[in-house]
């Protein structure tokens, strides 16, 4: 099967025959950031990203800074949803797109949207062809000049944005990436995180990246290629990341939630990994890795090396 992608030009023509104006609105800022204009977390719950925000007043040494689109793509996760959404908002960046689209969830996500409504660029809830249909119309409608998308289980740390725009701006990198934590929920206690070398084009098959922790410019954006439902992530990086200059910041920069419907802890999503898998290696897509085992050699040792040479390899989870 030959890889199809959608055009977003057309998703976003149906948007607006539909009546929606683009590009679309910022999400407002106020002086001292969102902190005390958003409604309370439910069940008052403390620390990031609910009673804490990100200092506004750390993005006025610039006059200006980009525009950052965020997608969520949402379904039946209103037990993390809000977590997710304030960690967008309260980053409290000055120049921020944020874009919800859920696919008809009836388990309370709407009411969670709604919720925070008036401090979101656009949402909808209606029902779809699944996760890479929803973010392929969630970017049909960016207008920013970086992109990232958080899965509705996932969130961001304090900071990240602060951090990405940052390095965008200072190396002129079209994709900037970072570490990510994992959050075991039904344990709840942060497990083992993903930590990584920087990624060179010979390793690209090699599955390294932490998807929240993912960044890139308007430039080099392409569709999803939505015949997939777990890979969606690792496909699109082959297509986007690899030729393109890029920059990993060694920090974590995300939490990744693993919890039991969780698509890459889930065993009942096992035969969709392996419809993934035939799809991506199919010699109309990408083929298969005759030297699959050199190159996994190579990467671990590799890996191996830079770790032997790192001065403390705890010190990036101190930041």
């Not at 199809?4 to 998703?11: H, V």
């Not at 049909?140 to 000049?145: R, T």
């Not at 206690?189 to 993903?194: A, C, D, E, V, W």
């Not at 990408?286 to 032997?308: A, C, D, E, M, Q």
């Amino acid at each position: 099967m030959a890889i199809e992608l959608p055009d977003l030009l057309a998703y976003r023509a149906t948007y607006q025959s539909e009546g929606i104006e683009w590009p679309l609105k910022t999400v407002p800022q106020v002086k001292g950031g969102l902190l005390t204009q958003l409604p309370s977390s439910a069940g008052n719950k403390t620390g990031w990203p609910h009673n804490e925000q990100v200092d506004p007043e750390l993005y006025r040494e610039k006059a200006h800074w980009p525009k950052l689109t965020i997608v969520t793509p949402s379904y039946q996760q209103a037990e993390f949803l809000e977590r997710t959404i304030r960690s967008v908002l309260l980053q409290n960046y000055p120049n921020l797109e944020y874009i919800i689209i859920d696919g008809g969830s009836t388990d309370g996500s709407v009411a969670v949207i709604q919720k925070y409504a008036p401090w979101l660029s656009f949402w909808e809830s209606t029902g779809d062809r699944g996760q890479g249909h929803a973010i392929n119309k969630g970017f049909s409608l960016a207008s920013g000049n970086y992109y990232g998308w958080i899965n509705s289980d996932d969130y961001y740390l304090s900071m990240a944005f602060c951090k990405v725009l940052s390095t965008f701006q200072q190396t002129r990198a079209a994709f900037v990436y970072g570490y990510a934590l994992n959050f075991i929920e039904e344990e709840k206690r942060f497990g083992k995180p993903s930590i990584m070398e920087p990624l060179l084009d010979y390793f690209i098959r090699i599955p390294a990246l932490a998807q929240p922790a993912c960044f890139w410019c308007e430039s080099i954006h392409q569709p999803l290629w939505e015949a997939l439902h777990c890979a969606l992530d690792y496909e699109l990086w082959l297509r986007m990341v690899k030729g393109n200059k890029r920059k990993l910041i060694r920090q974590p920069l995300a939490v990744a939630v693993q919890h039991n419907e969780a698509k890459t802890h889930n065993p009942d999503v096992k035969a969709k990994w392996e419809q993934d898998h035939l799809l991506i290696c199919d010699e109309s897509a990408y083929g298969s890795v005759p030297t699959w085992n050199r190159i996994i050699f190579l990467y671990r040792l590799r890996s191996k090396i830079y770790k032997w040479f790192r001065l403390n390899e705890n010190d990036w989870y101190n930041h």
